[in-house]
């Protein structure tokens, strides 16, 4: 898939600076990621995945070329099986 504009790790950073600082969440990152969809490319964001360490995850949907949060989505984390 070919993105209709260039990301680098700047984006992994403000996502990660979002959930940590304006949605002030203290939990551990363990990784971001972005997600790469046409969908996202077709509304100008640039979604970043980013997990923490108890399974939750936020989905941060920012605005390009800015970096201005869009939309931010938090999944917990799946029951654990017993």
């Given at each position: 898939?070919?993105?209709?504009?260039?990301?680098?790790?700047?984006?992994?950073?403000?996502?990660?600076?979002?959930?940590?600082?304006?949605?002030?969440?203290?939990?551990?990152?363990?990784?971001?990621?972005?997600?790469?969809?046409?969908?996202?490319?077709?509304?100008?964001?640039?979604?970043?995945?980013?997990?923490?360490?108890?399974?939750s995850?936020?989905?941060?949907e920012?605005?390009?070329?800015?970096?201005?949060?869009?939309?931010?989505?938090?999944?917990?984390?799946?029951?654990?099986?017993?």
């Amino acid at each position: 898939m070919t993105r209709l504009f260039n990301v680098d790790s700047s984006w992994l950073q403000a996502a990660r600076t979002i959930v940590a600082d304006k949605q002030g969440d203290t939990r551990e990152i363990i990784g971001t990621t972005i997600i790469k969809d046409s969908i996202y490319d077709k509304r100008g964001v640039v979604a970043v995945l980013v997990k923490l360490k108890d399974g939750s995850s936020y989905t941060a949907e920012l605005r390009y070329p800015e970096k201005k949060l869009r939309c931010l989505i938090y999944t917990p984390a799946s029951p654990a099986s017993k």
